[in-house]
Each structure stands twice: as C-alpha cells, then as structure tokens.
T-cell receptor, first 114, second 113 residues
Framework: AQSVTQPDIHITVSEGASLELRCNYS??????LFWYVQSPGQGLQLLLK??????LVQGIKGFEAEFKRSQSSFNLRKPSVHWSDAAEYFC????????????FGTGTRLTVIP | KAGVTQTPRYLIKTRGQQVTLSCSPI?????VSWYQQTPGQGLQFLFE???????NKGNFPGRFSGRQFSNSRSEMNVSTLELGDSALYLC????????????FGPGTRLTVL
C-alpha cells in the first residue's frame, strides 16, 4: 500500500544539538518529496522539496534533507537546533501521477529544551 | 504579495447544520486544494480545483463539496455536520499544474457541538 511513514511521533532535543527527522515512503515510482513545518495554530510552511537532481536539498531556516532512493527515505536534518524550531514537522509526497494532491505522514512533534 | 487567506478563522456549529468555508489563493495561482487536519486522522486531502473544475477528490463522503470561481477563489461546503467533522480545514494554492509547490493558508478551525 502507498504510504508515508514518520516513525518518530515526538522528539526532544537540547538547543544547539543536531536534529534528524525520519521519513520513509512507499510508492511505485519516486514521488515528489516535501517537508513542511506547522507551528501551533498556524498553517503549513514549506521547508524544502525534492523533485529530481542533487539528492541533498537545502531549505529555509538552515534545514536540509537527503533523498536516498535505495532506502525510500527523505530525512530532514539541522546541525544546530534553535528554540524557535519547536513545532510539528510533516513529510509529504505527491505521486508522479499528474495529480496535485499531497499525501502526508503523521508528523513529528519537536520539543526543544533550553 | 499577500498569502493564502481563509475565512472565517474559527467557526462553531451544531450537528446537522451546514457550513461554508472560503479560501482566497495567492494572486495568479489557479489551483486550490483543500485538506482536513484532525488529531486522529492527520492531514487528509479533500479535493483540488483548477480553472473552476474539480480535478481530484479524496476519500470523503458526498457531504463535503466545493467549488471554484472565475477569480480562483474557492469555497468548500459541509452539509449535515457530524461531530467528527470538527477539524482544522486548510486551503493551499499553487501556480500552475506542473508546479507542485503548494502554499497553505492559516486554516479554519471548525468545531461541531
């Protein structure tokens, strides 16, 4: 079955520590891949996206993600977390079927300890 | 450039009523998609409109409907509200069909009592 999996429901890190949020997908062909962030009471903001080409993608707010075809993964990383990064993070895909709808993972809530 | 706007931001209704939510996309964006976000089901795709036509529909009952106007503004309607319809409804717009980057509005928080 087609799916997007974020295995970590909640992650707690100390400010200044590094961060990696995991995302795996299960689709026949490599879909378009996205990471969104949602702060409490807010909509979703796009952090970065992967369509093709270089497998290491740079995004906003110092985030990056690496696409690994062999592992069907698109993990999000940040070398040094700031307290303002506390939010919920969603991995999402658009299957390359011509449709324009996003399929989301269940999200990972990030808590940052001062 | 103004972002995606959604009105109202908060709404309280009772079971059996109907509700209409509105979304104004970013200027020049012609595709509008709607998503439902609940704690139990997460983020789920409702439908997408492009050039006043519904192009895709998610797995929701017929009580959920939508439309798009010639200026790309979109509305979604939920009839015969149920408690389970309580959710954050998010609207997203994108520029052209080939551009899958979607920009989200702040959402409408619907509470059904």
């Amino acid at each position: 079955a087609q799916s997007v999996t974020q295995p970590d429901i909640h992650i707690t890190v100390s400010e200044g520590a590094s961060l990696e949020l995991r995302c795996n997908y299960s689709y026949g062909a490599t879909p378009y891949l996205f990471w969104y962030v949602q702060s409490p009471g807010q909509g979703l903001q796009l952090l970065l996206k992967y369509f093709s080409g270089d497998t290491l993608v740079q995004g906003i707010k110092g985030f990056e993600a690496e696409f690994k075809r062999s592992q069907s993964s698109f993990n999000l990383r940040k070398p040094s977390v700031h307290w303002s990064d506390a939010a919920e993070y969603f991995c999402a895909v658009v299957p390359q079927t011509g449709a324009n709808n996003l399929f989301f993972g269940t999200g990972t809530r990030l808590t940052v300890i001062p | 450039k103004a972002g995606v706007t959604q009105t109202p931001r908060y709404l309280i209704k009772t079971r059996g009523q109907q509700v209409t939510l509105s979304c104004s996309p970013i200027s020049g964006h012609r595709s509008v998609s709607w998503y439902q976000q609940t704690p139990g089901q997460g983020l789920q795709f409702l439908f997408e409109y492009f050039s006043e036509t519904q192009r895709n529909k998610g797995n929701f009952p017929g009580r959920f409907s939508g439309r798009q106007f010639s200026n790309s503004r979109s509305e979604m309607n939920v009839s015969t509200l149920e408690l389970g319809d309580s959710a954050l409804y998010l609207c997203a717009s994108s520029l052209v069909l080939a551009d899958n980057e979607q920009f989200f509005g702040p959402g409408t928080r619907l509470t059904v009592l």
